[in-house]
């Protein structure tokens, strides 16, 4: 009775805290231009990506470096299921989790009997190969790729209401149910389970846990979530393409997880922030010094391995998980 009660008091604490982070962001959303409304959507996308991410690396131990193919998966199954299914835009994401969660079911079969670099090396693959295998089929649009629109905002919002505020609000409050959905997960018998079966897989396995099955959830659940990062990202960018998808998103995602800290979700928010950050810090940089545009091109990259190899040396669980355990001691 007593872990009961705790639990509801988890949840209900972490509803109010949900509930006002969404005020706040009602209310600056009022106050924020455009460009920052473009933004704050694309950090929200962020989140939902890189929380998946952290579901499956951190919780489960396995190793995803072709998250990006999953987010692609997700945002043509949106943009299908509104073309040819004339579903509702509410319909539409649900689809992209649906069928994302589908196809992630699929390749956790196979997952789970892989493991280390062997997993991570077949993800990437996938990456790599499913651009180029969505471009063949005319259905799918090709090189140009298929529109995904979520229309513009209701009138009653008023005429000041912008399109970009409109995605900001679809992303925000999309990715809020989800982190939502996440941290309860984690917090319930199967987040127990994943940190077993990641700790010590046999002593998980005499207790009764089923290895596969559990790899498996854990694939089809964080499957499902980058699938609503996917159909959110092809919101914001009105298109699904091939070149939407590339690997270096993959590679960002998973950048931006090791910066979030990837055994911990109270930290999603800062990798979400600091891959919206480095292209824009990039470029007043690249201006400042030279100007040119190969520089513009290649410093975001350089910034992301710096970040990156600086996050595992002073900080490889996270600059949250740091804090915590600065705090502990």
């Known amino acids: 009775m007593v872990v009961v009660h705790k639990l509801q008091n988890l949840r209900f604490r972490t509803a109010i805290g949900f509930s006002f982070i969404g005020l706040f962001v009602f209310f600056l959303s009022n106050i924020v231009d455009e460009w920052r409304s473009f933004q704050g959507a694309t950090v929200a996308v962020y989140v939902v990506a890189i929380a998946s991410i952290i579901l499956l690396t951190g919780y489960s131990g396995q190793i995803s470096l ?7 998966i997700g945002a ?3 943009a299908l299921a ?3 299914a004339h579903l509702p835009i509410w319909l539409c994401f649900v689809t992209a989790v649906l069928v994302t969660a589908f196809f992630g079911a699929l390749l956790g079969v196979a997952a789970a009997r892989l493991s280390g670099p062997y997993l991570a090396g077949t993800t990437l693959a996938l990456a790599v190969g499913l651009p180029s295998i969505a471009s063949q089929f005319s259905f799918l649009g ?11 905002p209701p009138l009653s919002l008023g005429s000041d209401f912008t399109q970009y505020k409109w995605f900001f609000w679809i992303a925000t409050i999309a ?8 941290r309860n997960i984690l917090h319930s018998r199967y987040g127990r389970m994943w940190r077993a079966v990641k700790s010590n897989a046999v002593a998980a396995e005499l207790t009764g846990i089923r290895i596969g099955a559990s790899k498996v959830l854990a694939f089809t659940i964080s499957s ?3 699938g609503l990062a996917g159909a959110l990202l092809a919101m914001i960018t009105n298109n699904v393409s091939p070149s939407a998808f590339p690997l270096a998103l993959s590679f960002s995602l998973a950048t931006g997880a090791v910066l979030s800290g990837v055994n911990t979700l109270g930290g999603v928010m800062i990798g979400s922030l600091a891959l919206v950050a480095i292209p824009e810090i990039a470029s007043s940089a690249s201006n400042l010094w030279s100007g040119s545009e190969n520089t513009a091109m290649l410093l975001p990259e350089l910034i992301v391995s710096a970040l990156l190899i600086l996050t595992v040396f002073l900080a490889p669980k996270g600059p949250i998980e740091k804090l915590r355990a600065r705090h502990h001691r």
């Open 142 to 152: 090709g090189e140009q790729g298929i529109s995904f629109s979520v229309g513009w």
């Open 76 to 78: 043509y199954a949106a």
């Open 82 to 84: 509104q073309i040819y």
């Open 66 to 72: 072709g998250h990006g193919a999953l987010l692609a």
């Open 224 to 226: 499902g979530v980058a």
């Open 175 to 182: 990715a809020l149910i989800m982190m939502w959905f996440v």
